[in-house]
Protein backbone atom coordinates (compact mmCIF):
# COMPACT_ATOMS: atom_id res chain seq x y z
CA UNK A 1 0.00 0.00 0.00
CA UNK A 2 2.70 2.48 0.89
CA UNK A 3 6.14 1.91 -1.06
CA UNK A 4 8.93 4.11 -0.98
CA UNK A 5 12.00 3.80 -3.25
CA UNK A 6 15.35 6.04 -3.03
CA UNK A 7 13.35 8.93 -2.08
CA UNK A 8 15.66 11.75 -1.26
CA UNK A 9 14.79 15.34 0.12
CA UNK A 10 18.07 17.60 -0.03
CA UNK A 11 17.94 20.97 1.42
CA UNK A 12 20.09 23.65 0.51
CA UNK A 13 20.56 25.79 -2.89
CA UNK A 14 23.44 26.36 -5.47
CA UNK A 15 25.64 28.62 -3.01
CA UNK A 16 24.51 26.46 0.22
CA UNK A 17 25.65 23.72 1.85
CA UNK A 18 23.98 20.90 0.20
CA UNK A 19 22.62 18.24 3.07
CA UNK A 20 20.43 15.71 3.01
CA UNK A 21 17.14 15.59 5.35
CA UNK A 22 16.16 12.35 4.01
CA UNK A 23 18.73 9.68 1.94
CA UNK A 24 18.02 6.96 -0.34
CA UNK A 25 14.85 5.71 1.85
CA UNK A 26 13.50 2.23 0.43
CA UNK A 27 10.32 0.34 2.57
CA UNK A 28 7.10 -1.11 2.13
CA UNK A 29 4.07 -0.87 4.51
CA UNK A 30 1.09 -3.17 3.12
CA UNK A 31 -2.06 -3.44 4.01
CA UNK A 32 -3.28 -4.21 7.57
CA UNK A 33 0.01 -3.19 9.02
CA UNK A 34 0.99 -0.94 11.04
CA UNK A 35 4.24 0.57 10.87
CA UNK A 36 6.19 2.27 13.46
CA UNK A 37 8.64 5.29 12.66
CA UNK A 38 11.54 5.94 14.84
CA UNK A 39 14.30 8.19 14.84
CA UNK A 40 15.78 10.86 17.06
CA UNK A 41 15.12 14.79 16.50
CA UNK A 42 16.26 15.50 13.27
CA UNK A 43 16.55 11.97 12.05
CA UNK A 44 13.73 12.78 8.86
CA UNK A 45 10.68 11.37 10.37
CA UNK A 46 8.52 14.55 9.65
CA UNK A 47 10.19 15.09 6.11
CA UNK A 48 9.66 11.32 5.00
CA UNK A 49 5.91 11.79 6.31
CA UNK A 50 5.40 15.11 4.52
CA UNK A 51 6.82 13.86 1.30
CA UNK A 52 4.33 10.77 1.34
CA UNK A 53 1.46 12.73 1.90
CA UNK A 54 2.03 15.61 -0.83
CA UNK A 55 2.95 18.67 1.32
CA UNK A 56 6.66 18.22 0.54
CA UNK A 57 8.09 17.01 -3.10
CA UNK A 58 11.30 15.05 -2.59
CA UNK A 59 14.46 15.60 -4.23
CA UNK A 60 14.37 12.42 -6.21
CA UNK A 61 13.13 8.86 -6.12
CA UNK A 62 9.55 8.10 -6.18
CA UNK A 63 6.69 6.63 -3.96
CA UNK A 64 3.20 5.68 -4.43
CA UNK A 65 -0.04 4.82 -1.86
CA UNK A 66 -2.32 2.74 -3.05
CA UNK A 67 -0.39 2.29 -6.14
CA UNK A 68 -1.18 5.79 -6.80
CA UNK A 69 2.06 8.15 -7.91
CA UNK A 70 3.32 11.56 -5.36
CA UNK A 71 2.91 12.96 -8.89
CA UNK A 72 -0.84 13.09 -7.98
CA UNK A 73 -1.42 14.59 -5.16
CA UNK A 74 -4.90 15.44 -5.19
CA UNK A 75 -5.71 11.82 -5.47
CA UNK A 76 -3.45 10.69 -2.60
CA UNK A 77 -5.38 12.95 -0.46
CA UNK A 78 -8.77 10.94 -1.32
CA UNK A 79 -6.97 7.48 0.03
CA UNK A 80 -4.95 8.51 2.78
CA UNK A 81 -5.77 10.19 6.29
CA UNK A 82 -3.29 12.94 7.38
CA UNK A 83 -2.69 13.27 11.13
CA UNK A 84 0.22 15.88 11.88
CA UNK A 85 2.06 16.34 15.24
CA UNK A 86 0.29 19.22 16.17
CA UNK A 87 -3.45 18.87 14.17
CA UNK A 88 -4.06 22.20 12.79
CA UNK A 89 -7.93 23.33 13.25
CA UNK A 90 -10.42 26.19 13.13
CA UNK A 91 -9.85 26.72 16.77
CA UNK A 92 -13.18 29.55 16.49
CA UNK A 93 -15.45 26.65 15.43
CA UNK A 94 -17.11 23.82 17.46
CA UNK A 95 -15.85 20.19 17.39
CA UNK A 96 -19.16 19.59 14.89
CA UNK A 97 -18.70 22.13 12.43
CA UNK A 98 -15.11 21.82 12.09
CA UNK A 99 -15.30 18.07 11.21
CA UNK A 100 -18.54 19.24 8.68
CA UNK A 101 -16.26 21.39 6.58
CA UNK A 102 -13.46 19.06 6.69
CA UNK A 103 -15.76 16.34 5.05
CA UNK A 104 -16.74 18.92 2.44
CA UNK A 105 -13.61 19.09 1.84
CA UNK A 106 -13.26 15.50 1.26
CA UNK A 107 -16.25 15.55 -1.13
CA UNK A 108 -18.68 13.51 1.15
CA UNK A 109 -22.39 13.92 0.49
CA UNK A 110 -24.08 15.20 3.72
CA UNK A 111 -25.70 12.16 4.03
CA UNK A 112 -22.69 10.19 4.52
CA UNK A 113 -21.00 13.10 6.37
CA UNK A 114 -23.23 13.29 9.00
CA UNK A 115 -23.00 9.59 9.47
CA UNK A 116 -19.37 9.60 9.44
CA UNK A 117 -19.03 12.58 11.84
CA UNK A 118 -21.12 10.55 14.79
CA UNK A 119 -18.98 7.16 13.83
CA UNK A 120 -15.85 9.00 14.19
CA UNK A 121 -17.26 11.08 17.13
CA UNK A 122 -18.01 7.76 18.98
CA UNK A 123 -14.57 6.51 18.01
CA UNK A 124 -12.48 9.14 19.50
CA UNK A 125 -14.44 10.13 22.45
CA UNK A 126 -16.10 13.63 21.22
CA UNK A 127 -19.88 13.27 21.95
CA UNK A 128 -19.32 15.26 25.04
CA UNK A 129 -17.56 18.60 23.06
CA UNK A 130 -19.05 18.29 19.89
CA UNK A 131 -20.77 21.63 20.61
CA UNK A 132 -17.70 23.22 22.20
CA UNK A 133 -15.14 25.90 20.51
CA UNK A 134 -12.14 24.00 19.96
CA UNK A 135 -10.24 26.73 21.42
CA UNK A 136 -12.00 25.51 24.75
CA UNK A 137 -10.29 22.46 24.58
CA UNK A 138 -7.26 20.69 26.21
CA UNK A 139 -4.97 19.62 24.20
CA UNK A 140 -5.87 16.31 24.02
CA UNK A 141 -8.98 16.89 23.18
CA UNK A 142 -7.72 18.41 19.98
CA UNK A 143 -5.39 15.59 19.50
CA UNK A 144 -9.03 13.33 19.19
CA UNK A 145 -10.99 16.11 16.63
CA UNK A 146 -7.41 16.06 14.26
CA UNK A 147 -7.81 12.48 14.48
CA UNK A 148 -11.68 11.97 13.98
CA UNK A 149 -10.88 14.70 10.78
CA UNK A 150 -8.24 12.14 9.33
CA UNK A 151 -10.63 9.31 8.97
CA UNK A 152 -13.81 11.27 8.18
CA UNK A 153 -13.39 10.04 4.66
CA UNK A 154 -12.31 6.39 5.21
CA UNK A 155 -8.92 6.26 3.91
CA UNK A 156 -7.25 3.06 3.12
CA UNK A 157 -3.82 4.78 4.37
CA UNK A 158 -3.00 6.77 7.73
CA UNK A 159 0.16 8.16 8.44
CA UNK A 160 -0.08 9.45 12.11
CA UNK A 161 2.73 11.85 13.42
CA UNK A 162 3.06 11.31 17.43
CA UNK A 163 -0.89 10.76 17.80
CA UNK A 164 -1.28 10.41 21.54
CA UNK A 165 1.05 13.71 21.99
CA UNK A 166 -0.92 15.43 24.85
CA UNK A 167 -3.46 13.11 26.06
CA UNK A 168 -3.73 11.56 29.41
CA UNK A 169 -2.93 7.61 30.74
CA UNK A 170 -6.14 6.35 29.64
CA UNK A 171 -7.02 8.27 26.16
CA UNK A 172 -3.39 6.91 25.23
CA UNK A 173 -4.86 3.44 25.89
CA UNK A 174 -7.75 4.52 23.69
CA UNK A 175 -6.25 5.56 21.26
CA UNK A 176 -4.01 2.37 20.99
CA UNK A 177 -6.53 0.32 20.77
CA UNK A 178 -8.54 2.49 17.94
CA UNK A 179 -4.91 2.28 15.89
CA UNK A 180 -4.85 -1.56 16.63
CA UNK A 181 -8.32 -1.74 15.62
CA UNK A 182 -7.61 0.39 12.32
CA UNK A 183 -4.30 -1.37 11.13
CA UNK A 184 -6.32 -4.91 10.98
CA UNK A 185 -8.09 -3.61 7.67
CA UNK A 186 -5.95 -0.04 6.96
CA UNK A 187 -2.31 0.74 6.34
CA UNK A 188 -1.04 3.11 8.90
CA UNK A 189 2.37 4.68 9.28
CA UNK A 190 2.98 5.50 12.80
CA UNK A 191 5.50 8.33 14.20
CA UNK A 192 6.36 8.53 18.06
CA UNK A 193 8.99 9.24 20.55
CA UNK A 194 7.21 6.95 23.05
CA UNK A 195 8.90 3.49 22.56
CA UNK A 196 6.31 1.16 24.59
CA UNK A 197 3.69 2.96 22.33
CA UNK A 198 5.50 1.53 18.97
CA UNK A 199 5.93 -1.56 20.65
CA UNK A 200 2.13 -2.06 21.77
CA UNK A 201 0.37 -1.04 18.42
CA UNK A 202 3.57 -1.56 15.77
CA UNK A 203 3.57 -4.90 13.75
CA UNK A 204 7.08 -3.80 12.32
CA UNK A 205 9.26 -0.50 13.01
CA UNK A 206 11.93 0.93 10.68
CA UNK A 207 14.64 3.23 12.56
CA UNK A 208 15.93 6.32 10.73
CA UNK A 209 18.84 8.40 11.69
CA UNK A 210 20.64 10.93 9.96
CA UNK A 211 18.28 10.37 7.02
CA UNK A 212 19.16 7.34 6.58
CA UNK A 213 17.32 3.94 7.41
CA UNK A 214 19.20 2.23 10.19
CA UNK A 215 17.05 -1.20 10.52
CA UNK A 216 13.62 -2.21 9.75
CA UNK A 217 11.86 -5.53 10.99
CA UNK A 218 10.11 -6.85 13.53
CA UNK A 219 10.63 -6.27 17.08
CA UNK A 220 12.31 -9.30 17.13
CA UNK A 221 14.44 -9.19 13.97
CA UNK A 222 15.66 -6.01 15.21
CA UNK A 223 16.76 -7.61 18.53
CA UNK A 224 18.87 -9.73 16.82
CA UNK A 225 19.95 -7.51 14.07
CA UNK A 226 21.19 -4.85 16.34
CA UNK A 227 23.21 -7.67 18.86
CA UNK A 228 24.51 -9.28 16.45
CA UNK A 229 22.61 -12.60 16.37
CA UNK A 230 21.26 -14.38 19.30
CA UNK A 231 22.11 -14.52 23.19
CA UNK A 232 21.39 -17.36 25.50
CA UNK A 233 22.06 -17.14 29.26
CA UNK A 234 22.92 -20.41 31.15
CA UNK A 235 23.23 -21.37 34.66
CA UNK A 236 24.82 -24.66 35.27
CA UNK A 237 26.86 -26.76 37.21
CA UNK A 238 29.66 -29.49 36.08
CA UNK A 239 32.47 -29.30 33.83
CA UNK A 240 32.12 -26.28 31.93
CA UNK A 241 35.46 -26.83 30.74
CA UNK A 242 33.77 -30.10 28.66
CA UNK A 243 30.85 -27.99 28.19
CA UNK A 244 32.76 -24.84 26.73
CA UNK A 245 34.65 -27.55 24.13
CA UNK A 246 31.51 -29.32 23.12
CA UNK A 247 30.06 -25.92 22.49
CA UNK A 248 33.06 -24.80 20.18
CA UNK A 249 33.29 -28.29 18.54
CA UNK A 250 29.39 -27.57 17.76
CA UNK A 251 29.29 -24.81 16.29
CA UNK A 252 32.77 -23.52 16.21
CA UNK A 253 31.77 -19.98 15.04
CA UNK A 254 29.73 -19.48 18.89
CA UNK A 255 31.72 -17.10 21.34
CA UNK A 256 31.40 -18.11 25.00
CA UNK A 257 31.79 -16.17 27.78
CA UNK A 258 31.63 -16.87 31.53
CA UNK A 259 31.83 -16.11 35.67
CA UNK A 260 31.24 -18.22 38.15
CA UNK A 261 29.96 -18.55 41.88
CA UNK A 262 31.54 -21.05 44.41
CA UNK A 263 29.09 -22.25 46.44
CA UNK A 264 30.21 -23.89 50.11
CA UNK A 265 31.14 -27.53 49.98
CA UNK A 266 31.32 -30.16 52.66
CA UNK A 267 34.35 -31.76 53.88
CA UNK A 268 33.02 -35.03 52.02
CA UNK A 269 33.53 -35.53 48.29
CA UNK A 270 32.26 -32.68 46.17
CA UNK A 271 29.03 -33.72 44.33
CA UNK A 272 27.36 -32.23 41.04
CA UNK A 273 24.74 -30.52 43.48
CA UNK A 274 27.15 -28.79 45.28
CA UNK A 275 29.92 -27.88 42.99
CA UNK A 276 30.89 -24.76 41.02
CA UNK A 277 27.95 -22.95 40.00
CA UNK A 278 28.60 -20.91 36.76
CA UNK A 279 26.66 -18.24 34.56
CA UNK A 280 27.46 -18.37 30.74
CA UNK A 281 26.91 -16.50 27.78
CA UNK A 282 26.76 -17.92 24.49
CA UNK A 283 26.18 -15.59 21.58
CA UNK A 284 25.65 -16.88 17.69
CA UNK A 285 25.73 -14.43 14.76
CA UNK A 286 23.28 -16.84 13.28
CA UNK A 287 19.72 -15.63 14.61
CA UNK A 288 18.60 -18.94 13.68
CA UNK A 289 21.61 -20.87 14.91
CA UNK A 290 20.45 -23.82 17.54
CA UNK A 291 21.82 -22.64 20.83
CA UNK A 292 19.45 -23.79 23.15
CA UNK A 293 18.92 -27.20 21.43
CA UNK A 294 22.89 -27.64 21.49
CA UNK A 295 23.43 -26.37 25.15
CA UNK A 296 20.63 -28.77 26.11
CA UNK A 297 22.29 -31.79 24.19
CA UNK A 298 26.00 -31.12 25.25
CA UNK A 299 24.61 -30.72 29.14
CA UNK A 300 23.17 -33.87 28.92
CA UNK A 301 25.81 -35.90 27.67
CA UNK A 302 28.31 -34.59 29.92
CA UNK A 303 26.37 -35.05 33.28
CA UNK A 304 26.34 -31.59 33.85
CA UNK A 305 23.43 -29.89 35.73
CA UNK A 306 21.73 -27.09 33.77
CA UNK A 307 19.61 -25.15 36.08
CA UNK A 308 18.67 -22.26 33.89
CA UNK A 309 18.26 -21.63 29.94
CA UNK A 310 16.93 -18.64 28.53
CA UNK A 311 17.06 -16.34 25.52
CA UNK A 312 18.38 -12.89 26.38
CA UNK A 313 15.74 -10.35 25.76
CA UNK A 314 16.77 -7.24 24.15
CA UNK A 315 14.15 -4.12 24.45
CA UNK A 316 13.53 -1.57 21.70
CA UNK A 317 15.51 1.04 24.15
CA UNK A 318 18.23 -1.12 23.94
CA UNK A 319 18.25 -1.41 19.57
CA UNK A 320 17.16 2.73 19.51
CA UNK A 321 20.05 3.47 21.51
CA UNK A 322 22.64 0.75 19.76
CA UNK A 323 21.79 2.19 16.97
CA UNK A 324 21.55 6.38 17.15
CA UNK A 325 23.11 6.82 20.23
CA UNK A 326 26.35 8.14 20.85
CA UNK A 327 28.26 5.34 20.52
CA UNK A 328 26.55 4.75 17.08
CA UNK A 329 27.96 8.45 15.90
CA UNK A 330 31.38 7.76 16.72
CA UNK A 331 31.46 4.92 14.25
Do not use: W
Not at 10 to 26: R, T
Not at 214 to 222: N, R, S, V
Request: glycine share 8%; proline share 4%; net charge negative.
Amino acid sequence: MIYAKQLNRQFGGQHLQQGYAVCDLSFHVKRGEVMGLLGPNGAGKSTTMKMLTGFLPPSSGTASINGIGLEKPQAIQHCLGYLPENAPSYRDLDVINHLRFMGRMHGLPPATLSDRITEMSDVCGLQSVLHRRIDELSKGFRQRVGLAASMLHDPVCLILDEPTTGLDPNQIVEIRHLIRRLGEEKTVLLSSHVLSEVEAVCDRMMILDGGRLQIIGTQDELAQQAQGGIVLQLQLRGDVTAFEQAIKLALPACTFERTSKHEKTSKHKKTLEDSETFYISLRHTDGQAPLAETAFRTAVAHNILLLEMHTEQTSLEDVFHALTGADHEKK
